[in-house]
């Protein structure tokens, strides 16, 4: 069973940076792609950025240039910087695997960014 665990959300001002984490934990062999969603109230989830197992990184255009997705493998850990955040960031972000076909995510973490 794999088990993801975000943190590092919270409330700051427009501009400001936050850095996200998840870690993971649980059998995670071949884990094909890993990324980070966020959901505002009243809207969608939308995909923020991804990384796949080949390091190949996407991202949505809202946060290009702010926004750098990493991991550590050695630490079963993705991250998320987020800089020069804007209140349109504010929402719970959640962080994803996807693994042979199946789609893990964590409980979220919120980010709240005030203007």
């Known amino acids: 069973q794999v088990q993801l665990v975000e943190s590092g959300g919270g409330l700051v001002q427009a501009g400001e940076s936050l850095r996200l984490s998840c870690a993971a934990s649980?059998?995670?062999?071949?884990?094909?792609?890993m990324g980070w969603y966020r959901q505002a109230p009243g809207k969608q989830r939308e995909l923020v950025a991804m990384?796949?197992?080949?390091?190949?990184?996407n991202y949505v255009n809202s946060v290009k240039g702010r926004f750098t997705i990493s991991r550590d493998n050695a630490k079963n850990a993705l991250y998320l910087q987020m800089n020069s955040l804007k209140p349109e960031d504010t929402a719970v972000y959640y962080c994803?695997?996807?693994?042979?076909?199946?789609?893990?995510w964590g409980q979220g973490t919120q980010v709240t960014v005030s203007s």
């Open positions: 990384i796949y197992s080949s390091g190949l990184r």
């Open positions: 994803y695997e996807d693994i042979l076909g199946r789609t893990y």
């Open positions: 649980g059998s995670r062999f071949s884990v094909n792609a």
